[in-house]
Every structure is written in C-alpha cells, then in structure tokens.
C-alpha cells in the first residue's frame, strides 16, 4: 500500500489542472482513504508539506512585492511605467491570477482528503497532531486567498459541485478556526525545527491573520506571546536567508532541490551574475534608496551588479533553491508594534537596533504609523507583504493603483469554468 495507494493520491491531484475542474472529480479520485494506515498518512503528510510548497508556483510567494511597488519588469528603462506594469499583472487572463488559484486549490484537495484519512485511523496524539497540521496548511491557503481575491468557496470537504463565494468575512472566520484548531493540537516546537508545522507557529500565523482584519489587541497579544515564548530570537540575515541555522524562522518551507520546482532567485538575478538567472524582476530605485549602509539588512537585501539592481534575498539562481520563510520572529516585533501604536514604539526600535539602526520618535499615531510600515517594508521585502500592507491601510493609491486594484480578479478560467463564481469589482 505505501508503494501505490500515496503515489496514486498525488498524481492525481497533480493533474487537477483548476479548481473547478477539481471539483468535477469524484471526492477521492476512487481511491478509499479509510482504507490508509498510519504509515500511509505519515507518508501523505510528507506529500501535503510538498504540495503546498510548489503547487501555487515560485510568483506566488512574491507577489504582494510584484504589485506592491517594490518590483517592475526588468526590461523596463525606468521606473515610470510602474503602474501600467502593475495593471498588466493585476488581468483576469494573467498567468499569475490561475497559477496560485490553482495551486492553492489543488493543495486544499489533498489538505481535505488528509484530514478524511487522519478521521479514520484509531485515536491517538500523533493522529490529533496530523490533524492539526492539516488545519494549518488549510488556515495559511486560506489566507492566501482571502487577501488576494476576498471572498472565496470555502471547502471543508472536497465536493464535485460547483460553488459560489463565500463572504469575506466567512472565509477570515474559517481561518481562525483552523489556525485555532491547529494552535491547540500541532506538535509543540523543538529548538532548530523550524522546517515543521507546530503549535507556535500557527499562533504566529493566527496574529498576522489578527492583524489582517483590524483586530490589534488580539494580534499584540499573540505576537507578545511569541516573542516571549523564549523559543525563538532576532538573528542575522545571512543565516535566514543563507539556509544557515537560525533562532529566528518560526516556520519555512526547506525548499530542497530535489522535491522543489520554487525557484525564486532565477527571477531576480541576471545570467551574467555569478548564480544566474533570467532577471524577471528588479527592485524600483525607490525600493535600492531605503537602505542605508548601517543597516545590517542591505546586503542581503539589495544588490547592485554590473549596474543592474538586484533582489539578493535568495541566492541560489539556477544551481539550486533557497528556503522559503513563511513566518519569523521579526514579524511577531512588526505586528505588536503596528498593533498598539506609539504604546508599542520599543519594540519597533528593539527591531532597527537590532538591525544597526538608530531609535525613531515620531510625534503623532499617523507619523508612527509611516514608521512601522516603512520598517516593514525594509524588514520584510521580497517576503510577500507589500500590497497587502497597502490594501489593509487603503494606501494603494500611495502607488497610483486603481481602485478595482485592492483585490485580485478571479483567473478568466475559472468564471468560465464555473458560473457561480463572480468576478471582483470593475475588472
């Protein structure tokens, strides 16, 4: 059964090439997963941490820095057509819109068919905490796609039916029952584990969802939690982002070369450098200028090579892959300094101390507020959190968005594919 039941759920959720294509697929592609042994659900679960990883595609990790204003096409001669290079992104046929939808979606499918083979084996701790883990891939999924596309089906169970949207709000509900369920059931963490889901993990995830929606209090009081947990420190970024060990990362993908097709460096380094790539993608000057030489950060951050700018974030070009940082500490610093404003002023400076820089002492919440997300544009580029740093503060037009541009368009496939879906506003 190991060498042909798992093969056989994975090829066929490699093959669901859209949701709603997904959904025309009777619930467990025929293969009885009552049928799995704990052995078979250990090695599925391997298969879930693989899935989420790559299903979605190496953009989609960088894709609030895509149409967020750190980014433009690298063929572009200057900054200036920023906004137009954002709308080209931002369409219904872009490649991006389907390639996370579907990504996220199929992963979601072999999420749901997990948590059905996990209910049928005996009870015991490990299956709670498999369970758990589920929970928290299907909670982080979804926070991917409530803050691209708002409301979206919401599937506990794998159907073959054609669904609607859920409400915004639905969807963030869900998220917090899942991210809850997995906070009290995944496996407490083990110093250096980071590469594994576990309980605290899901309670860092469950502030940056908190803070998501507005609701501060709750958010610092996570994020306090986690930071005086003791399990993990602020660290260089040499070894976050060099795959060195580290007591920063609170969980990441490890992204190895061998059972991964994310690539992010290939997007951002040119041929001629060193690691090589295609040069996709480089930083706007506005994005080089907010570095200083003080700041600890700008190396590993940006790169200048034979006068081309370059995102050094993740070096591997084409020899190999680079981890891949879902959540870490500095963030848990951001959240409690966003969330109680000028209260929280300490641990913002705590972060740039840190980071070779010298304390700020704005004057008012609105100047505070330019702070922190300026320090969180600077700490977190390249990570996956600039547009929706602006969405979430109605800031988009700080970059010249348009107003439909707060949300993503539902991929032109997927209306076609099923007509209970509506699209976003004004695309």
């Known amino acids: 059964m190991k060498r042909t039941v798992i093969p056989i759920l994975l090829s066929v959720v490699t093959a669901l090439a859209s949701c709603s294509k997904m959904l025309d697929v009777p619930s467990h592609s025929a293969v009885a997963t009552n049928t799995l042994s704990a052995a078979d659900v250990e090695a599925f679960l391997t298969g879930i941490y693989n899935r989420v990883q790559n299903a979605p595609g190496a953009e989609s990790y960088i894709s609030f820095d895509i149409v967020g204003g750190n980014l433009i096409n690298s063929g572009a001669t200057s900054d200036g057509g920023l906004n137009s290079?954002?709308?080209?992104?931002?369409?219904?046929?872009?490649?991006?819109?389907?390639?996370a939808w579907n990504g996220y979606y199929a992963s979601l499918y072999q999420i749901n068919n997990l948590l059905e083979s996990v209910a049928s084996l005996p009870a015991s701790n490990r299956a709670t905490e498999i369970a758990a883990i589920a929970h928290f891939f299907r909670g982080y999924l979804y926070y991917n796609l409530v803050t691209r596309w708002g409301g979206v089906p919401v599937l506990e169970k794998n159907t073959n039916q054609k669904l609607p949207r859920n409400s915004e709000a639905e969807v963030w509900a869900f998220i917090e029952k899942e991210l809850q369920l997995a906070m009290d059931g995944a496996p407490a963490y083990a110093a250096g584990q980071y590469y594994r889901v576990s309980s605290v993990a899901a309670k860092a995830l469950m502030a940056r969802v908190k803070l998501a929606q507005g609701k501060k209090a709750e958010a610092a009081t996570l994020a306090e939690e986690v930071i005086g947990s003791g399990l993990f420190a602020l660290d260089a970024f040499e070894k976050i982002f060099r795959a060195q060990a580290n007591n920063e990362v609170i969980f990441a993908f490890k992204n190895l070369t061998i059972e991964s097709s994310i690539n992010v460096s290939t997007l951002f380094y040119t041929y001629a450098h060193t690691v090589k790539g295609s040069y996709v993608y480089r930083p706007t000057q506005e994005t080089m200028d907010m570095f200083t030489a003080g700041d600890t950060r700008t190396a590993i951050s940006v790169e200048t090579f034979q006068n081309l700018r370059v995102i050094n974030k993740y070096p591997s070009g084409q020899s190999g892959t680079d981890p891949l940082v879902i959540v870490r500490l500095a963030e848990m610093y951001l959240?409690?300094?966003?969330?109680?404003?000028?209260?929280?002023?300490?641990?913002?400076?705590?972060?740039?101390?840190?980071?070779?820089?010298?304390?700020?002492?704005?004057?008012?919440?609105?100047?505070?507020?330019?702070?922190?997300?300026?320090?969180?544009?600077?700490?977190?580029?390249?990570?996956?959190?600039?547009?929706?740093?602006?969405?979430?503060?109605?800031?988009?037009?700080?970059?010249?968005?348009?107003?439909?541009?707060?949300?993503?368009?539902?991929?032109?496939?997927?209306?076609?594919?099923?007509?209970?879906?509506?699209?976003?506003?004004?695309?």
Request: charged share 25%; glycine share 10%.
């Open 335 to 427: 959240i409690s300094a966003e969330a109680r404003g000028l209260q929280g002023l300490a641990r913002l400076n705590e972060l740039r101390a840190f980071r070779g820089l010298g304390p700020v002492s704005p004057a008012s919440e609105a100047a505070y507020l330019d702070a922190v997300l300026l320090e969180r544009r600077k700490e977190l580029l390249g990570e996956g959190f600039r547009w929706y740093d602006l969405v979430r503060h109605n800031r988009t037009g700080d970059i010249g968005l348009q107003p439909r541009e707060k949300k993503y368009p539902l991929p032109m496939n997927e209306l076609a594919l099923n007509k209970q879906l509506e699209q976003n506003d004004l695309y």
């Open 85 to 99: 290079f954002i709308s080209g992104v931002l369409r219904p046929e872009n490649g991006q819109m389907s390639a």
